[in-house]
């Protein structure tokens, strides 16, 4: 037996529009229950109350919680969690190589800053003071040269005086004379030196 | 994988509409989202990231079922209190004062009908109707089979209709 009616009274309409709204009916059903709606006024009238009831359910806002509330959820959650630590303690807490790695990291960039922050300049001029040390220092260094100089060229013309005059001068009389031996004859260089 | 403030961000809508719907009193839905959301806190860890919602909406239903008890175990009178943005009307639903008045009473009639429904009727209309999940996801939450469930959904409706149906039988809203 079906569990549908033959003919549908208004109460068992009421009890089944739902699925009619719900397309959930089989066809026949649906039809037969369309046709009664045509012909009864308050099964008509119930069919458009549920219709507003299921659009008016569905035009209700989904509302946020207050944002004061969440955030008495999140201090009372996530946030209690996060350490409170002073910089002192946070600092103390770190491991020995990333204080010497950040403190070799703050030296490189000082001097990157600093060696960027030098900008090219032009030249200084000197004062008038440092060119006339300048010029007395070059001066005595050039007297000084001239010394040293002077002195070179006399040792190389006492050697030459010794090596190409006193020497021959002293064999040539000696042999004149008859009187030095060959030992005598080597006359010290140093005797000649002094002159 | 989300964390925990994301989740709430994500999530504190459905809470707090379902404990607000549910409950009829914002104040009330406050303390139960917060109350809801302390405990997912608690349980973070054994809560599975797809099946947070489910177990969010299980445990504020059961938080809003338990204060419904307590109201009716004490002797302290409820007063329902609407929050003004519900009772706006949608947008395109017309202009006519009249029209938006007769819009705005029924709408508050129809959530005093509402909170005034039986469970699980009530708890299965607020997640079908107005929060828009799937029998499957009710199912769940609930822990009812699906076909249960359409039919419960059905038999909701049916009831708020008879509730209504003395005011508003002859009203054209058309």
Known sequence: ????????????????????????????????????????????????????????????????????????????????QEPRLSLGELLGSWPRPIWAALAAASLILVLGLTVLSQRPTAPEQPDAAAIAQATAEARFALARVGVLTREAGLTIRDKALRDQVAVPTQKGLSQFLGQVSDAESRIPHEGVKDV | MKGFEEMVAEQQRKVYSFAHYFLGNPQEAEDVTQEVLLKLWRNWQRVRQESVRPWLLRVTRNACYDRLRQRRSSSRVFLPDTDPEVLETTPGSGSDPEDLAQRADFRRHLLAALEILAEPYRSILILREIQGLRYREISEILDLPLNTVRVYIHRGRRQLREELAGRYDSVSMA
């Open chain 1, 1 to 80: 037996m079906s569990q549908w009616p033959e003919n549908w009274s208004c109460e068992e309409v009421w009890e089944h529009l739902e699925e009619l709204l719900e397309g959930e009916l089989p066809e026949t059903q649906a039809t037969q229950i369309r046709s009664h709606l045509d012909q009864c006024a308050a099964c008509e009238a119930q069919t458009r109350l549920a219709m507003e009831i299921r659009g008016e359910l569905r035009a209700l806002p989904e509302l946020d919680a207050p944002a004061p509330l969440l955030q008495a959820v999140l201090d009372q959650t996530v946030k209690a």
